[in-house]
Nanobody
């Protein structure tokens, strides 16, 4: 499965962005997640959604600000990001979780200015 994240950009602190991820193959039956990698840091999982969308998990750093959703029929994943902070600056990726697929794509850059 190949994944293409989009929707990033430059935003001021307190602003919002909506990230989208389009999959080339079937994502139904797989738990999916949004990951991010800040410059000089390891990639980290920030949000996860179960196979039918009824289960979600968020890292404490984004809880209450980010919302993950999915559309299995459209093979898309979405991350609504509100009240963005400079610490959210990173390249964002979508992938399966656990056991991410080998192809990560280029991700989408999110930059939050203070």
């Amino acid at each position: 499965v190949q994944l293409q994240a989009s929707g990033g950009g430059l935003v001021q602190a307190g602003g919002s962005l909506t990230l989208s991820c389009a999959a080339s193959g079937r994502i139904a039956g797989n738990s999916m997640g949004w990951y991010r990698q800040a410059l000089g840091k390891q990639r980290e999982l920030v949000a996860r959604i179960g196979i039918d969308g009824s289960y979600t998990w968020y890292d404490d750093s984004v809880k209450g600000r980010f919302t993950i959703s999915r559309d299995n029929a459209a093979k898309t994943l979405t991350l609504q990001m509100n009240r963005l902070e400079p610490a959210d600056t990173a390249v964002y990726y979508c992938n399966r979780t656990p056991r991410p697929w080998s192809y990560w794509g280029q991700g989408t850059q999110v930059t939050v200015s203070s």
